[in-house]
């Protein structure tokens, strides 16, 4: 098997950086022709993934976390490349849910000899994410995250970033679909999870062509911040103030530009429309037991 390993240095804090030596060694093992590849920043890596994914690579294997397989993901040829994901990042959910493992050899089994796997992609503004999307509470958090935090791992700096933010926090104004709302934040889930775990849109499926929105209504700060936990179990949609919906598509106006992130990236800003793409990503997933 022909495969081209991308990696971003800077994933996971540099864990990706630390390990590539390991995974090319295991991906060696296991019989794979290996080609390495570092990229030199966000804009560097989309390209290189976009070129292997045309070039006739059986696998393009992307090396790092959701931000990483985004930047990937953004400009890949759904229609002549399969993409396998080695997960060092800091959450990794799309590999989670995927049921990629996160040591290096465990992933690197699937990456060269796994099942492939059709999944939906999801769009905003006709930029490509694969988890999950959002605006406001959330976004601001991301923000700060990817700006202000730079040494703590793991899923400890959406904990983080979450309560550095929330007390400046205030209520959005937006329009969805024709409807004015207030809202603390809300997201469009392609997949269930985000931040290390956070069962935001629980309902959500990867293969089902339609996207789950998970609205947080106004509450107060405390109110969210006793909230926050409940998503690790997907609990919250419990709570009155949260409401989910499904669709195919959604459209979203607001008062002033709010940022978009989607996988833990600044992806655009409002007015934005959400949507799921034509073509599926094929990707290497676990094969199931017998």
Known sequence: MHLKL?????????????????????????????????????????????????????????????GTLNRALREFDLSRGTLALIPLGSGDDFARVNGIPRDARGACEVAASGNVREVDVALANNIRYAGVAGLGFDSEAARFANERVKYIHGSAVYVYAT??????????????????????LVVFGNSPQYGGGIKI????????????????????????????????????????????????????????????????EPLTTTPVHFSIAKEKLRIAVRAPSS
């Open 6 to 66: 991308i990696y971003n240095p800077a994933a996971g804090r540099g864990r990706a950086k630390h390990h590539i030596r390991e995974v090319e060694q295991h991906l060696r093992e296991l019989g794979a022709d290996v080609e390495t590849y570092s990229s030199t920043s966000p804009e560097d890596l989309t390209h290189a993934a976009a070129e292997s994914s045309a070039a006739g690579f059986d696998r393009v294997v992307i090396c790092g976390g959701d």
């Open 163 to 184: 309560l550095r933010v929330l007390p400046k926090f205030r209520p959005r104004r937006v329009r969805i679909d024709g409807r004015d709302e207030e809202i603390m």
């Open 201 to 264: 849109a629980p309902g959500a499926r990867l293969d089902d062509g339609l996207l789950d929105a998970c609205l947080v209504h106004r509450t107060s700060r405390f109110e969210l911040l006793k909230t926050l936990p409940l998503a690790y179990t997907g609990a919250h949609v419990r709570k009155p103030f949260v409401e989910m919906r499904r669709a195919a598509e959604f459209r979203v106006e607001a008062e002033m530009p709010m940022d978009v992130y989607a996988d833990g």
